[in-house]
Nanobody, 110 residues
Framework: QLQAYGGGLVQAGGSLRLSCAAS????????THWYRQAPGKQRELVAG?????TTNYADSVKGRFTISRGAKTVYLQMNSLKPEDTGVYYC????????WGQGTQVTVSS
């Protein structure tokens, strides 16, 4: 019910915009998040937005990433990308249950 897309290969310093389209749920009323998992590492929280619209970010992406959403889509604008941003990015919605997207690969080359 969550479809993430927008990943790809980009050079360091570049930008990508990830999208996560929801079907069957209105994401704007629930806490929503973007996580990422780098090779050999645990999944980590990158950005979140509360049901009230308050945003929060991991220290490593503050000032570079921006989370936003519409009624049925969650976005992650990623600027000034670094090689350490490489990983699979997952969207998450804390609705009546936990919803997860399938992940989209982001690769940042140096």
């Amino acid at each position: 019910q969550l479809q993430a897309y927008g990943g790809g290969l980009v050079q360091a310093g570049g930008s990508l915009r990830l999208s996560c389209a929801a079907s069957g749920i209105i994401v704007s009323v629930y806490p929503t998040h973007w996580y990422r998992q780098a090779p050999g590492k645990q999944r980590e929280l990158v950005a979140g937005i509360t049901s009230g619209g308050t945003t929060n970010y991991a220290d490593s992406v503050k000032g570079r990433f921006t989370i936003s959403r519409g009624a049925k889509t969650v976005y992650l604008q990623m600027n000034s990308l670094k090689p350490e941003d490489t990983g699979v990015y997952y969207c998450n919605v804390n609705g009546v249950r936990d919803y997860w997207g399938q992940g989209t690969q982001v690769t940042v080359s140096s």
